[in-house]
């Protein structure tokens, strides 16, 4: 578990680091509100972008990105809403984004 | 990535064209599928996908849509499977595909990527091919299906297969198929066929020799049989009625080619195919339980399904205790039993089966079963009667020619087995009568002689006019009633190899229709 939790950490730093170099700013880290919670918030370009962030090992599971359920899409929306009713920052549009990360850790292979 | 191939799906029994769009577009994973998808279809996604990764192809990141069309047609069949699959495949560029138009292809997909066979792929493939397409692609389990549409269908039993010999473009394929045997040949010969069911069915086991005495009910079943009456038995539990019905298939005439086709459409539609050849050229016999409701008997289903008529088209419906059935049930069958199609309509679309059958009934003569028997007394009140016999209405005993009396057999009858006529007697006056008929220049049946032609096919002489009219007046007959003895008439005339219906003739077909 804490191996499993420490990848999704892991992934978050790594995408946040990748966004950064390229050109976004970073709002939020996992910002928490009571209907779920948004891993990332960034913007670029006046757009807000909520970014979900999938990490995965090896594809063996599918894609990272299958892994955001209808369900899940539901509750960042929610959060997505309860973050910009209290935002003070202007902003033209939004967008909902997931951030694919696939790590290949193949054990015991040589 | 966009790609477009080509399907048919079966409305009712008729073959429809289908387009499968796809497109592979940025988004999340997943598969969206338009064009009035039924629950079938809609579950394809997750077979395909399995399907797709389990042939060793990787299945597409994005999202894909696919878009059935025209999109006015409802849709509900897992034969759209493997058309969808290979769009995927094409779209996202795992296959080289040319104009995907000129391919047809029909086929359920299991998770590990075979391909199964599909209900209604005989219709389809006949659509398909009437559109003139340069190759056909079916499941391999279809294959009997397949011969029958006609030579040039490649079959196939893996979505790999089905991919490989898609790429090849039609040119190549056909060598390859070839080499490979999947292939179908070209159509069937009949005559072969045709030895085939004969045979099949005069050693089906069952014989009108094994019933002893019951000559005249065999009499009428031929008369049934030569002129594709409907018949009525009426006769005390035990007496034989079932075995006679179960024996019609002995003495039946095969079908023709255009009946044999239509027969086997609706078995492909119905998931009752058969693999044997052999059955093709038989007639069906339907004999549907009397706890049996109305769609079952006329068809129905929100996607329209035939029912046990359109089952027994072409051949025998035999309802077995006729009066157990619900009436509502037995009423459904008036117009059918006359129109000879039947048409159901299902959220603004009609949906017409045919249903030329035979019908076939037997009932006791009271709901004890022992009305008129020599050695016992029946038991029912005149109330039970009433009730029973209500059953049956004016309308559909109007509609059936004949009508025969049974009785127990006598012992010695039944120890003087084999004394009466046996399918192989009956079979050949069957065909007399048949042959005759088509020398008169009849095409069709005699019971299915159109109003307009009773002059041409069933001239009265001056006696027999007199005769006939004695009998109107005096039985209270109807018009139908009256054209439908005539009919009878002639079906005897012809069985005795007579050009004109004479006087005796008439009186036996009269006795036929009035019974107490």
């Not at chain 2, 019933?211 to 009428?220: C, T, V």
């Not at chain 2, 009752?272 to 093709?280: A, I, V």
Request: charged share 25%; aromatic share 6%.
């Amino acid at each position: 578990m804490r191996y499993k939790k420490n990848i999704g950490d892991t992934g978050e730093d790594l995408a946040v680091m990748v966004l950064e170099n390229n050109g976004y700013r970073i709002l939020e880290r996992n910002f928490g509100t009571k209907v779920g919670e948004l891993d990332i918030i960034a913007m670029k370009g006046g757009v807000i972008h909520f970014v979900e962030v999938k990490t995965r090992n090896g594809s063996i599971c599918g894609y990272p990105s299958e892994a955001v359920t209808p369900a899940k899409q539901r509750h960042i929306r929610k959060a997505a809403e309860y973050y910009l009713q209290g935002c003070r920052i202007p902003w033209s549009s939004i967008s909902l984004d997931v951030f694919e990360i696939m790590t290949d850790h193949i054990e015991n292979c040589m | 990535m966009y790609s477009r191939t080509r399907s048919a799906v079966c409305k009712g029994i008729e073959g429809r064209d289908v387009f499968v769009e796809t497109d592979i577009s940025r988004g999340l994973p997943g598969i969206g599928i338009v064009g009035l998808a039924s629950t079938m279809v809609m579950e394809s996604r997750e077979r395909i996908k399995s399907a797709i990764m389990n042939s060793g192809y990787e299945f597409p990141k994005g999202r894909i849509t696919v878009n059935l069309t025209p999109a006015s047609l409802r849709k509900n069949s897992s034969c759209l499977d493997l058309p969808i699959a290979i769009g995927i495949l094409a779209s996202e560029g795992c296959i080289r595909t040319r104009v995907a138009e000129d391919w047809g292809i029909i086929g359920e997909l299991a998770l590990d990527g075979r391909v199964l066979g599909v209900d209604g792929a005989l219709p389809m493939m006949l659509h398909m091919k009437e559109a003139g397409l340069k190759g056909i692609i079916v499941p391999e389990d279809n294959r009997s299906d397949a011969e029958l549409a006609g030579g040039g269908i490649y079959t196939v039993t893996s979505l790999r297969e089905c991919a490989e010999l898609f790429c090849m473009g039609p040119g190549k394929a056909a060598v390859f198929a070839e080499k490979r045997g999947m292939l179908t040949d070209g159509a069937l010969s009949l005559a072969e066929i045709a030895a085939d069911a004969e045979a099949k069915v005069m050693h089906a086991g069952k014989d009108f020799g094994d019933i002893a005495g019951q000559e005249n009910a065999k009499r009428a079943v031929v008369i049934a049989a030569a002129g594709r009456h409907g018949l009525l038995m009426i006769g005390s539990p035990g007496c034989g009625k079932s075995m006679i019905a179960g024996r019609m298939g002995s003495i039946m005439p095969l079908m023709n080619e255009r009946e044999m086709l239509e027969t086997a459409i609706i078995r492909s539609v119905s998931g009752h195919g058969d693999d044997s050849r052999r059955l093709l050229l038989a007639r069906p016999f339907r004999t549907p339980h009397h706890t049996i409701g109305r769609a079952g008997l006329i068809g129905g289903g929100s996607y329209p399904v035939p029912g046990e008529i359109t089952l027994a088209h072409n051949g025998v419906l035999f309802l077995d205790e006729i009066c157990e059935f619900n009436k509502d049930t037995i009423e459904s069958l008036r117009i059918p039993m006359e129109e000879k199609t039947i048409t159901h309509f299902r959220k603004g679309e009609a949906y017409s089966f045919p249903c030329n059958f035979q019908v076939i009934m037997a009932a006791n003569p009271c709901p004890c079963g022992y009305l008129g028997d020599r050695d016992r007394e029946c038991t029912c009140t005149q109330a039970d009667l009433d009730r029973y016999r209500r059953k049956l209405s004016g309308p559909i005993i109007d509609r059936i020619d004949m009508r025969i009396s049974m009785e127990k057999v006598r012992y010695d009858d039944l120890s003087g087995k084999k004394s009466g006529m046996d399918s192989a007697d009956m079979r050949r006056q069957v065909t007399a009568a048949m042959e005759f008929a088509a020398a008169r220049g009849q095409k069709v049946f005699n019971s299915e002689i159109a109003d307009s032609d009773i002059d041409k096919y069933c001239r009265l002489g001056e006696e027999e006019n007199r005769f006939m009219k004695r009998a109107y007046n005096a039985f209270g007959m109807s018009p139908r009633a009256y054209s439908r003895t005539v009919k009878v008439a002639r079906t005897i005339a012809d069985l005795d190899g007579s050009m004109d219906i004479g006087q005796a003739h008439l009186a036996e077909a009269l006795n036929y229709r009035i019974q107490e």
